[in-house]
């Protein structure tokens, strides 16, 4: 076939085109008959039948007395009738056969002992009243299940009832994971420059596991074509699906398509979503392998978008999937017309609403995904979504989770990581979400009802007062609680040594000085701005004035990796990175909220942490904090 490199083939498309291909080879999975006790989570392969009916006898129903019905007839409260053991009854429990002779059993409760061999009844019984039939559950040769059904609980007690002791299933299928690249170096603590830590394999083994999928990771293989080849050759004698990592894109050296395309047949190279672009759908021999980008966030969405479809058909059978949610956009999501686009979602419930806030949306921030509640599909050919649109959410989390989680948008501080620890330790079943949007946005948030609570340092420079004049302008229909936060040092992180010799403000004139910078609206920003403008410094004149981080921590590390020489933050965030410190002022970080949330017991959870003495135990050792006051509320 024609192949055309690079391509943007629609999602549907390529699967169906890669599907069909796999089927034309006729590489089924291989059956294997086990223990049906061993069978959980296995597709069978075909049709089970019951060899026994269940029961499999007339089984007593209630634990009493078996009867001929025709003995109790006429029996009322004002005809008793006595009965006879031996001849008239049997005393069983229940599960017994039913004696011969007899066709009911009449319940202990409605028995009335005359003596040991004697009862009284007030009622009669029917006939085969409490009485289980042959083949009540299960009839001998009833299809218990069909072909490709997954094995549930249940169904392994069904076939147990009819006497199927094993089972006929599919082979579970096997994943082979080949990583690639010369940068590629496996899990340590302590990577030079340049090397990469490989763990995409762990993560795409963790998820064949949770699918009921085995898989087996090969070793790293270098940026050489003709191992490459190798490994893929090897992967697929001994595998049923090939996943070759890294290597997938327009790059001079794509070893991934050649090691396919050269070993096999490439049907797709470029597939028309983001994340995950570059992916490459191949065939060697009879074996799928699907060449998958580098970074980790475009392999996680391939294997749930890709693999995962091409799994279902040779399993047999649907993966776990979450269920979808609507929920409201928190700010506006600008897509390409060119891509279907997955997006990762952090979801909390606000006023009877869920609420979506995008995270991070970089290919290589994986972290991302383990914050995400959900994914947001943006289909091909739509510019994007409108900030308060509605949209409906995949779940990678349990809408209870969602429900039980705190948010908490605007300004960072690791203050809150801390909390959310305390929070967890006392309530495993309570969770918070952080969005770092600045202390505008944070405001704002309260303002559209999309957040609990928003942490802001915003200084007022008329007055030097923090926070409640922006609440008070920007909040003032509302009624809103301030709840007392922490008074924390702002300053001018250095590498360690200081080695630029900063001492203030001024200093950042210096053209040879790399700064970074807080993103606009927050309030660190703000305070920066105030600063220049009180000494005379244009923004203009600072190198790196427009380098924008999104916390605290994230400024730090640039200046500890040595890519930045000074960043406007508060202390503890230094102190993490054992960077000096140059004080600039001490500044009000608080909490705000609407006077409905204060009962809220997410919120009340949360401040009754912030009062906590192991809270406060650990700000002290965090450092740079004055923690008189915090916790209490005032609602203005």
């Known amino acids: 076939m024609k192949y055309t490199y690079l391509e943007n083939k629609e999602l549907e498309v390529a699967i169906e085109e890669f599907v069909t291909r796999l089927k034309d080879t006729k590489n089924f999975l291989t059956q294997e008959e086990i223990e049906v006790s061993e069978a959980l989570g296995r597709i069978a392969s075909q049709a089970v039948f019951a060899k026994i009916s269940a029961p499999h006898y007339y089984a007593c129903a209630m ?256 993966l776990p999937k979450g269920e979808k949610l609507e929920a409201i956009l928190s700010r506006r999501l600008m897509s390409s017309l060119k891509y279907k686009e997955f997006v990762r979602m952090k979801l909390g419930k606000v006023n009877n609403r869920f609420i979506a806030t995008p995270l991070n949306r970089g290919a290589g921030v994986v972290t991302s995904f383990v914050k995400a509640d959900g994914l947001l599909e943006i289909p091909l050919n739509k510019e994007g979504v409108e900030a308060g649109q509605k949209v409906q959410i995949e779940l990678l989390n349990s809408k209870e989770e969602i429900e039980n989680t705190l948010l908490i948008n605007g300004s960072h501080d690791p203050l809150i990581d801390e909390a959310y620890d305390l929070v967890r330790k006392r309530d495993y079943k309570r969770f918070i979400s952080s969005s770092h949007v600045g202390s505008m946005g944070g405001i704002m948030a309260v303002k559209r009802g999309e957040t609990h609570l928003a942490g802001i340092h915003l200084l007022d420079e008329a007055t030097g007062e923090y926070n409640r004049t922006y609440v008070n302008k920007y909040l003032k229909n509302q009624d809103v609680c301030l709840i007392k936060g922490v008074r924390r040092s702002q300053g001018l992180m250095t590498a360690k040594g200081n080695p630029m010799n900063i001492k203030d403000i001024l200093d950042l004139k210096d053209s040879k000085i790399r700064y970074v910078n807080r993103q606009k609206g927050s309030g660190t920003r703000i305070l920066l701005d105030y600063q220049l403008r009180l000494s005379g410094i244009d923004q203009e004149s600072i190198y790196g004035y427009d ?90």
């Open 63 to 318: 634990d009493g007395i078996a009867v001929s019905a025709k003995d109790t007839f006429g029996a009322t409260d004002t005809t008793p009738i006595l009965l006879k053991k031996g001849r008239d009854y049997e005393t069983v429990d229940t599960g017994d056969p039913l004696p011969r002779a007899k066709d009911a059993v009449i319940m202990v409760e409605d028995v009335v002992v005359v003596d040991k061999d004697t009862v009284k009844i007030h009622s009669s019984a029917s006939p085969w009243q409490h009485v289980r039939q042959i083949g009540e559950d299960i009839c001998q040769d009833e299809m218990i299940i069909p072909s490709n059904t997954k094995i549930e609980p249940a169904a392994i007690g069904a076939m147990l009832a009819g006497g199927v002791g094993k089972v006929r299933v599919y082979k579970k299928p096997i994943i082979g994971l080949i990583p690639t690249g010369d940068e590629i170096v496996s899990p340590r603590p302590d990577p030079k420059a340049g090397e990469i830590i490989e763990f995409n394999t762990s993560i795409f083994s963790s998820m064949a596991e949770k699918w009921g999928v085995d898989s087996k990771t090969y070793p790293i293989v270098k940026d050489d074509l003709n191992l490459i080849k190798k490994s893929v050759l090897t992967a697929c004698k001994e595998c049923d699906l090939v996943i070759l990592n890294a290597g997938s894109s327009a790059g001079r050296e794509d070893f991934a398509f050649r090691a396919i395309s050269e070993t096999g047949d490439v049907l797709t190279h470029g597939i028309a979503i983001r994340p995950g672009k570059p992916t490459i759908l191949g065939v060697v021999g009879k074996k799928a392998v699907v060449g998958v980008p580098g970074y980790p966030v475009s392999g996680i969405i391939v294997m749930e978008t890709v693999v995962k479809k091409v799994l279902e058909e040779m399993v047999k059978s649907t």
């Open 547 to 636: 380098r924008e981080e999104l916390t605290h921590l994230s400024v730090a590390v640039q200046i500890a990796a040595g890519s930045a020489d000074a960043g406007l933050g508060i202390y503890s965030a230094a102190k993490v990175y054992g960077l000096d410190f140059v004080p600039v002022c001490w500044e009000s970080y608080d909490f705000i909220t609407t006077k409905e949330f204060i009962e809220d017991e997410k919120v009340a959870g949360f401040i009754d942490v912030l009062k906590s003495k192991e809270f406060k135990d650990a700000l002290e050792k965090l450092g740079g904090y004055e923690i008189s006051g915090i916790g209490e509320v005032e609602c203005i």
